[in-house]
Nanobody, 110 residues
Framework: QVQLVESGGGLVQAGGSLRLSCAASGRSFSSYTMGWFRQAPGKEREFVAR??????TYYKESVKGRFTISRDNAKNLYLQMNSLKPEDTAVYYC?????WGQGTQVTVSS
């Protein structure tokens, strides 16, 4: 059974940093695209970043230069978030199609 479990969310002041982790179990995702999405209250879930099996990365325009997606082996995915802004507040989800994690809350105070 495939599971994606996020961790690392929390409350941080604007300008601060957080590192999200996603632990995958049940299969290897080393050659698969994995990504991060987020959903703010009252808004639709949106793409944040993805990393392809070959290591190429893509980002939502508003997080470029502040967020970095990475993976360290077949089963762990990360999102380093720096210079956080209040508009980054959302529940962040790990994704490896068709699987989703349960989400981790990130709250950025102004």
């Amino acid at each position: 059974q495939v599971q994606l479990v996020e961790s690392g969310g929390g409350l941080v002041q604007a300008g601060g940093s957080l590192r999200l982790s996603c632990a995958a179990s049940g299969r290897s995702f080393s050659s698969y695209t994995m990504g991060w999405f987020r959903q703010a209250p009252g808004k639709e879930r949106e793409f944040v970043a993805r990393i392809l099996g070959n290591g190429d990365t893509y980002y939502k325009e508003s997080v470029k230069g502040r967020f970095t997606i990475s993976r360290d082996n077949a089963k762990n995915l990360y999102l380093q978030m720096n210079s956080l802004k209040p508009e980054d507040t959302a529940v962040y989800y790990c994704n490896a199609r068709p699987y989703w994690g349960q989400g981790t809350q990130v709250t950025v105070s102004s």
